[in-house]
């Protein structure tokens, strides 16, 4: 288990390099807390009202919610080519 996990960290790194970066190389506090309550809103809510919730474009957000489901995607189609 601890391997098939271990192959997500350079997938992760890569697609949060990519989409999540600001300028000077770091990730805004406003992703640092999306990623965060992510978490917990998949336990409270369930999966599609989390996905429904961060897939709004029309929010009033500081930064754009969907790029973490952007990542996410990108983490979770790399890892179908690794198998």
Do not use: C, W
Not at 59 to 80: A, E, G
């Amino acid at each position: 288990m601890k391997n098939k996990l271990n192959k997500f960290i350079p997938l992760a790194i890569k697609a949060v390099e990519s989409e999540l970066l600001e300028d000077d190389n770091k990730i805004s506090s406003e992703y640092n807390g999306y990623i965060s309550s992510f978490g917990a809103s998949l336990v409270q809510s369930g999966l599609l009202p989390t996905l429904a919730f961060y897939a709004n474009k029309k929010s009033n957000s500081q930064k754009d919610r969907t790029k973490l489901l952007k990542v996410i995607y990108m983490i979770i189609h790399h890892d179908k080519e690794l198998d």
